[in-house]
């Protein structure tokens, strides 16, 4: 067991998840996930800083990274974390090379991209930072949206992708406590109300990890946020469990442009053996 200063872990925290999220618990991993997608409008959208709804890849593919900037954009690291072609958790290191794209790991290594953040110090590039598919690229930027799975905004300070959107990995199930959600930009606009919730995608019935395949995705919890009580958090009675290779995003439409966040945790415990 993982020790502190003073003793055993058990006999100094006395919170099970404080001592989870300090490894406690070998084998459980605490998975914290956030996103922001700052234009929801009508139309349904994943909670992410791309727009629109991620199109999920089913099988290995090769994964890039590019960077607006042709000048401050060469020779960051950044770290890439996500699933690869075993559908198991993987992370990889990336050069940037500017406006050109530069492969991450290995060729036909990914099927989800979870996170991505610089690692190398300072500077910041000065644009911001895609993470795609092979594609021809307009001043850094990947032409074909279905491509993209996943972009750091340099220009509000996050420094990371923000995504609330999770696959279970492979050998795992997952367990969420606590959902949140937020609508912001509150004081402008039009008074309006958002649809924002939590959905997932089982494998489907015959379909096992080493050949996949996902029954339709299915609404599990929902809220309806206004602008004049924007934040919304739920303490689940009971905790959702989700099997190995589900997909779990955050959704929402609004009545007019708005600004969404969300944000949820998950322990992933090993399947049993």
């Not at 050069?95 to 060729?107: F, K, M, R, S």
């Not at 036909?108 to 911001?128: C, F, K, L, M």
């Not at 989700?242 to 959704?251: M, S």
């Amino acid at each position: 067991m993982q020790q502190v200063i003073g003793g055993p872990l058990d006999s100094v925290v006395s919170d099970w998840k404080t001592r989870l999220a300090l490894g406690a618990a070998p084998g459980i991993i605490v998975v914290h996930k956030f996103g922001a997608n700052a234009v929801v409008g009508t139309t349904e959208e994943d909670v992410w800083s791309v727009g629109g709804k991620e199109t999920l890849l089913t099988t290995g593919t090769t994964m890039f990274v590019s960077c607006e900037d042709n000048v401050n954009g060469v020779g960051q690291i950044i770290r890439v974390e996500g699933l690869d072609e075993n559908w198991e958790l993987v992370s990889a290191d990336v050069v940037l090379t500017g406006q050109t794209q530069a492969q991450v790991g290995a060729t036909n290594g990914w099927t989800r991209i979870h996170r991505a953040y610089q690692v190398s110090a300072e500077p910041d590039p000065v644009g911001d930072v895609w993470i795609a598919e092979s594609d021809t690229l307009t001043a850094g930027v990947p032409n074909t949206a279905t491509k993209i799975h996943g972009f750091v905004d340099y220009t509000d300070a996050a420094q990371q992708t923000e995504k609330a959107m999770f696959t279970v990995p492979a050998g795992y199930r997952a367990v969420m406590y606590q959902f949140h959600a937020e609508m912001g930009d509150i004081s402008t606009g039009a008074a309006r109300t958002a649809n924002v919730s939590v959905e997932q995608q089982n494998l489907s019935d015959t379909a096992t990890v080493a050949s996949p395949s996902w029954a339709p995705w299915r609404r599990i919890l929902g809220h309806a946020i206004a602008n004049t009580a924007n934040s919304e958090i739920t303490n689940l009675r009971f905790p959702l469990v989700f099997p190995e290779l589900t997909n779990i995003h955050v959704r929402a439409s609004a009545t007019a442009s708005s600004v969404i966040d969300a944000e949820f945790t998950l322990l992933l415990l090993p399947m049993p053996t």
